[in-house]
């Protein structure tokens, strides 16, 4: 079946691994494929979010002015650049940008306008990390490699799920965005130094099959602060995927603590998304809004492993 728009692409991804159509989400956008995520932390606190992301990412095609977002600051040296429904950061170091996801090939104008708003040059990003080799993060990759000369970072096995997927894409005349030659792979415990910015990875597959995260430091008001942007934490994925899913967000939280945790999707950033634009907007001398502290993430990443053991119980009594 041809699956047109990069939406749909998506769509169809997650629901055909596990043998669902992939004509639309269901009637209740929460039940079938997306259950344990209305189950999980991020959809219990976030349940319209869920459902608005899981609306906005089926969009055929893709309406930008739905998805746009306004970019903002959110620490010293971190920007929000992503859209409404999928995360995009810009980190600012002493020697360049570092952009962490690049949305969908088809948004990449609206993430190059964004880049542009909060007063930097997309010409000037030195890295682009990818957090998982699904099209709404890898797509815009392509074309600011192409205009910046950025080098782009991925594990080895998103690597070989992106070359899989451009291949099949290029033969079925879909658009999954310029593009992309494997480039620098980066695996458990290895780091990346930027300038003044050290990027430490952890290997945590699962929601896709090499799914990278990574620890940064974030700065605010003179204080430093110990990020951490996980790789992946939906649990639509097959059957196959759910054991190596808890491993990884367990070794997550072995490598605590962590002050701040940024999503690569808004529902899965402790803070809504509206309210920390809001809050970093009218700072003052208060607390921020994203330091949540190590003990919040720790109860989202315990009840993410929570969520995923109960689907690995409901999978194992499946004939």
């Not at 170091?93 to 570092?98: A, I, P, Q, R, W």
């Not at 542009?116 to 797509?139: A, L, Q, T």
């Not at 074309?143 to 080098?151: F, K, N, P, T």
Request: proline share 6%; glycine share 12%; hydrophobic share 40%.
């Amino acid at each position: 079946m041809k699956i047109f728009g990069t939406g749909a692409v998506l769509l169809g991804m997650v629901l055909t691994a596990s043998g669902q159509s992939p004509q639309g989400p269901p009637s209740d956008p929460l039940s079938g494929r997306f259950q344990w995520e209305a189950k999980a932390p991020w959809g219990v606190a976030h349940r319209e979010s869920l459902i608005n992301l899981i609306k906005l990412t089926t969009m055929n095609p893709m309406q930008i002015e739905a998805i746009r977002q306004e970019p903002f600051k959110i620490f010293d040296n971190l920007y929000y650049v992503g859209a409404k429904h999928v995360c995009a950061y810009l980190m600012v170091t002493s020697e360049g940008l570092v952009l962490i996801d690049s949305l969908f090939g088809d948004t990449t104008d609206l993430l190059i306008e964004n880049i542009r708003k909060v007063g930097f040059k997309p010409e000037d990003i030195k890295y682009i990390f990818i957090s998982h080799s699904h099209p709404d993060h890898f797509g815009g990759a392509g074309r600011l490699r192409e205009l910046s000369g950025a080098r782009v970072i991925m594990s080895k096995e998103d690597w070989d799920e992106v070359e899989r997927q451009q291949g099949a894409a290029a033969k079925g005349g879909r658009n999954l965005g310029l593009p992309l030659k494997r480039d620098i792979v980066k695996g458990d415990g290895e780091t990346l130094k930027v300038g003044d910015q050290e990027f430490k990875f952890y290997f945590t597959p699962g929601h896709s099959p090499g799914a990278l995260s990574a620890e940064f430091q974030v700065q605010d008001r003179g204080k430093t602060y110990r990020a951490l942007a996980p790789g992946g934490m939906g649990t639509q994925f097959p059957v196959e995927a759910t054991e190596v899913y808890i491993k990884g967000l367990e070794h997550l939280r072995a490598l605590g603590p962590f002050d701040v945790m940024l999503g690569n999707h808004p529902i899965y950033m402790i803070p809504e998304l509206a309210d920390l634009a809001r809050a970093t907007a009218n700072l003052g001398t208060g607390p921020h809004l994203a330091v949540t502290g190590p003990a919040i993430i720790d109860e989202w990443l315990e009840g993410g492993i929570k969520i995923a053991l109960e689907k690995q119980a409901a999978e194992a009594k499946k004939p």
